[in-house]
């Protein structure tokens, strides 16, 4: 089915531990983007990216490394987990501007004990 | 700066009555606005956009938005609410004047249409 897909759904790790969250998308969209999204602040934006190989920051990227290395894949990676990072997580694609809508995965449930 | 707010965290609405869920928002240039639904334990859905032209937007599910400049607000409507309505929304903003596609969030409206 075509899409967005992220992987894995659900993760339990520890303090300290590298864990990396991966996206898929089959649309070939340029921009992707990682959300995560948090009980009164809504989505904030990690990182994103507007083509292979260009990555910028958002508006939390402390604490996260991204890469996209082919367009349609845009893996998270937390370095040192910590637990303020439990979260949801969502990566989504765009088209290339003009604005278009953004296209979201079914997001994964972080837990960092 | 960029921001978005959506003053109700919580909507309650009779089914078949009209249904608001409000947004303002502040951008330095000209904005895109945007609706997004989320369901339980999915991602965000698009629902609406306003960039340019005509003040009132209607998008999917027969929702509606009408952009108010002077009011810098973009609220959500919906003549008759459904059930299948009941749902968590966010409004999202973009500076039209930035390079870059990405989107400050609200912290979202739940909203709930009793039977």
């Known amino acids: 089915d075509a899409g967005i897909t992220q992987s894995p759904r659900y993760k339990i790790t520890e303090t300290g531990r590298q864990v990396t969250l991966m996206c898929h998308q089959t649309?070939?969209?340029?921009?992707m983007f990682w959300y995560r999204q948090d009980l009164g602040h809504g989505l904030r934006l990690i990182y994103y990216?507007?083509?292979?190989?260009?990555?910028d920051k958002g508006e939390v990227p402390d604490g996260y490394v991204v890469s996209r290395s082919k367009t349609e894949n845009f893996p998270l990676t937390l370095e040192s987990a910590t637990r303020s990072q439990t979260s949801v997580y969502f990566c989504a694609s765009s088209e290339i501007d003009p604005p278009s809508p953004l296209h979201f995965g079914n997001g994964t449930r972080l837990t960092v004990t | 700066a960029q921001s978005v707010a959506q003053p109700e965290d919580q909507v309650n609405v009779a089914e078949g009555n009209p249904l608001t869920v409000k947004c303002t928002y502040s951008?330095?240039?000209?904005?895109?606005l945007f609706w997004y639904v989320q369901y339980p334990n999915r991602g965000l859905q698009f629902l609406l956009k306003?960039?340019?032209?005509?003040?009132l937007v209607k998008g999917s599910y027969g929702f509606e938005a009408e952009f108010n400049k002077s009011q810098t607000s973009f609220h959500l409507k919906k003549p008759s609410a459904l059930v299948s309505d009941s749902a968590l929304y966010f409004c999202?903003?973009?500076?039209?004047?930035?390079?870059?596609?990405?989107?400050?969030f609200g912290t979202g409206t739940r909203l709930t249409v009793i039977p």
């Open positions: 951008v330095s240039g000209n904005p895109y």
């Open positions: 990216s507007a083509a292979a190989d260009i990555t």
């Open positions: 306003y960039i340019t032209g005509d003040n």
């Open positions: 649309w070939s969209h340029s921009y």
């Open positions: 999202a903003v973009r500076d039209a004047q930035t390079g870059a596609n990405n989107l400050f």
